[in-house]
């Protein structure tokens, strides 16, 4: 369809929306778009059975975010939000809602215009997680040495009356 093999790229370093490249002038922000075209977005299996659909569905499919996103970097441009920081989660949230109630006026806030404008991730940095939980196995405690003490004088008391009690003499 677009003539030999091709990749998305994304425009400006600071962008994160692709653009049409030839093979190999790609890098790990296209796959991150990829990533989210596959997980967020829900395309990991295309619906079409053909493979020329399928291609068509894809293609489609990767405009048709381009294009959400591009809607969201011009509505967060202008709040100030810097393109590294706009939610592609939030903003489907937003467009799904706004397709889902299409019949009835939005609520307050609830506008697709409100809603994409509230697609931001936040600013806080993340901590790396991965060795969170690490080692994942319990390690016990060696029992050690034992502690011995001489007994004080109840305990010896005691002793003796456990040792001189009767049996019960209890049978099953």
Request: hydrophobic share 40%; aromatic share 10%; proline share 8%.
């Given at each position: 369809m677009?003539?030999?093999p091709a990749f998305f790229k994304l425009l400006p370093p600071d962008s994160r929306f692709p653009v049409v490249l030839p093979w190999g002038q790609y890098d790990w922000k296209t796959e991150l778009f990829y990533r989210h075209f596959k997980q967020t977005f829900e395309r990991r299996k295309l619906r079409s059975h053909r493979a020329a659909n399928a291609e068509l569905e894809a293609i489609w499919s990767l405009l048709g975010l381009w294009a959400m996103m591009l809607h969201a970097?011009?509505?967060?441009?202008?709040?100030?939000?810097?393109?590294?920081?706009?939610?592609?989660?939030?903003?489907l949230l937003g467009y799904r809602s706004a397709l889902r109630e299409y019949k009835s006026p939005p609520d307050p806030g609830e506008s697709l215009y409100e809603m994409v404008g509230k697609a931001v991730i936040d600013p806080y940095r993340r901590a790396d997680k991965s060795s969170r939980e690490y080692p994942r196995k319990k390690q016990g405690q060696a029992a050690g040495a034992p502690k011995v003490r001489n007994a004080t004088k109840a305990q010896i008391h005691a002793a003796k009356e456990i040792r001189d009690q009767l049996p019960l003499r209890l049978t099953a």
């Amino acid at each position: 369809m677009l003539g030999g093999p091709a990749f998305f790229k994304l425009l400006p370093p600071d962008s994160r929306f692709p653009v049409v490249l030839p093979w190999g002038q790609y890098d790990w922000k296209t796959e991150l778009f990829y990533r989210h075209f596959k997980q967020t977005f829900e395309r990991r299996k295309l619906r079409s059975h053909r493979a020329a659909n399928a291609e068509l569905e894809a293609i489609w499919s990767l405009l048709g975010l381009w294009a959400m996103m591009l809607h969201a970097q011009v509505i967060l441009s202008e709040k100030g939000v810097p393109p590294k920081r706009i939610s592609i989660a939030g903003v489907l949230l937003g467009y799904r809602s706004a397709l889902r109630e299409y019949k009835s006026p939005p609520d307050p806030g609830e506008s697709l215009y409100e809603m994409v404008g509230k697609a931001v991730i936040d600013p806080y940095r993340r901590a790396d997680k991965s060795s969170r939980e690490y080692p994942r196995k319990k390690q016990g405690q060696a029992a050690g040495a034992p502690k011995v003490r001489n007994a004080t004088k109840a305990q010896i008391h005691a002793a003796k009356e456990i040792r001189d009690q009767l049996p019960l003499r209890l049978t099953a």
